[in-house]
Structures are given as C-alpha cells and as structure tokens.
C-alpha cells in the first residue's frame, strides 16, 4: 500500500513537471502570425545611446564652478593693475625724494644796485658757476652757455646735493641777454633739464626746471 502510494506521487510528480516544461517551450516559440510580421533585425542600424541629461544638482554645480572662475579672473586683473599702479606710486615717491637740481649758481646781494633793480641775488666772481640745490646726486652733468660768439657746451662733473662746481667760462662773456641750460639725470636714468635767462650778465630772470622726458614744465 505503502509502494503504491510513492508510485503514485511519482507519476504525478512526473506530469507536472513534463506540463511545465511543455507550457514554457510554447511561450518561449513566437506564433506564427508574429513570425510573418517580424523584420530581420540584423538590416536594422544600431542607434546610438543618447546622452544622459544633467540632474538639477549638477546643473548648479557647474553654474557655480563658471562663476567662481570668472570671479577669480577679476580678482587676478584688478590685483595685477593694482601692483602696478603701487609700483609705480613708489617708483616716484623715491624719484621725488632723490631728485637732483643744477641751476647756475647765485650769491645774496644786497647792493643799493641790486635794491634798485629789484633782486635780492646775482652771479657771484668771474665765471660761471653751477651748484645742485636738489636732494639727490646729478650724474652725467652737462650745462650749455649763450656768449658773443656763440653756444658753448661743455660737460662737468657728477655734483651732490649741495656742491658747486665752478666753470671757466667768464661772466662777462656772457651775451646780453643769455640762455644758460643745465641737462643731468639721476641714477635711475631720469633726465632733467634747467634753463636760466640772464640779464646784464649778472641777474637772473628765470629759472625753468623741466624733465626731459615728458612735456610738462614746472616753473619757479
């Protein structure tokens, strides 16, 4: 009874196996009809996989990486300009500071000539004389006089603040009235120039103080 009963679940066992097996091979078969309306898919082009689209997320990250770079961009101009404009502000402080001045040299004169032709200074011996009255060294000095028989240029020595340098050319061969120009330049290569009018080949009407280099003109 006991063998019977195994053979029996067996059996059954077997059926549904077998039914399964039969039902998953016909789902598995396409019918015919679709057969007939399918195309060969090997004539088909393969497309192309289309580009994933960026999440919110990334759309702002990237908005925000694009501004801080266009940020850092002007930050680094307006640094640059800034460095510079500031070296260009030291650069003439230290010019301004150490900068020499050669003009022909004068002596306080207090003559009744000098009171009545109103002048409170004038070309002091014989010859000509220049001193430098600015605050730095005159390099590659150089000065050119007016006479009666023409322009003399000459070269004279590198002067200091303060010192004076006494040329040969005389007083009186002064023509009447004389231009007299003194060129000299620092030790950074800046050039300056002064030009003096001289009256009766002894007073001095005019100074004009100039950088050579630029058009502006000062005056004193």
Same mark, same amino acid.
């Given at each position: 009874?006991?063998?019977? *009963?195994?053979?029996?679940?067996? %059996?059954?066992? @077997?059926? !549904? /196996?077998?039914?399964?097996?039969? &039902?998953? =091979?016909?789902?598995?078969?396409?019918?015919?009809?679709?057969?007939?309306?399918?195309?060969?898919?090997?004539?088909?082009?393969?497309?192309?996989?289309?580009?994933?689209?960026?999440?919110?997320?990334?759309?702002?990250?990237?908005?925000?990486? *694009?501004?801080?770079?266009?940020? %850092?961009?002007? @930050?680094? !101009? /307006?640094?640059?300009?800034?460095? &510079?404009? =500031?070296?260009?502000?030291?650069?003439?402080?230290?010019?301004?500071?150490?900068?020499?001045?050669?003009?022909?040299?004068?002596?306080?004169?207090?003559?009744?000539?000098?009171?009545?032709?109103?002048?409170?200074?004038?070309?002091?011996?014989?010859?000509?004389?220049?001193?430098?009255?600015?605050?730095?060294?005159?390099?590659?000095?150089?000065?050119?006089?007016? =006479?009666?028989?023409?322009?003399?240029?000459?070269?004279?020595?590198?002067?200091?603040?303060?010192?004076?340098?006494?040329?040969?050319?005389?007083?009186?061969?002064?023509?009447?009235?004389?231009?007299?120009?003194?060129?000299?330049?620092?030790?950074?290569?800046?050039?300056?120039?002064?030009?003096?009018?001289?009256?009766?080949?002894?007073?001095?009407?005019?100074?004009?103080?100039?950088?050579?280099?630029?058009?502006?003109?000062?005056?004193?």
């Amino acid at each position: 009874m006991k063998t019977r *009963t195994v053979r029996t679940a067996l %059996l059954l066992l @077997t059926i !549904i /196996v077998s039914g399964s097996r039969s &039902g998953t =091979t016909q789902s598995q078969q396409p019918s015919s009809a679709a057969r007939g309306q399918q195309t060969p898919t090997a004539a088909q082009p393969q497309q192309a996989p289309s580009p994933t689209a960026m999440t919110p997320y990334e759309r702002s990250n990237l908005w925000l990486q *694009t501004a801080t770079l266009i940020v %850092l961009t002007i @930050t680094l !101009i /307006v640094l640059a300009v800034y460095t &510079g404009y =500031t070296r260009t502000l030291a650069k003439a402080a230290v010019e301004e500071m150490s900068r020499p001045c050669v003009e022909v040299f004068q002596q306080t004169d207090q003559s009744s000539l000098a009171i009545t032709s109103g002048h409170s200074s004038s070309l002091a011996g014989d010859r000509i004389a220049f001193k430098n009255i600015g605050t730095g060294a005159a390099l590659n000095f150089r000065f050119t006089v007016q =006479t009666d028989q023409g322009k003399a240029s000459l070269a004279g020595p590198s002067l200091a603040p303060a010192e004076v340098f006494q040329s040969s050319v005389s007083r009186q061969s002064l023509s009447d009235p004389a231009t007299v120009t003194c060129e000299f330049e620092t030790l950074s290569g800046t050039k300056y120039r002064t030009e003096s009018i001289v009256e009766d080949r002894r007073w001095v009407r005019s100074t004009r103080f100039e950088k050579t280099a630029s058009k502006g003109r000062n005056y004193k």
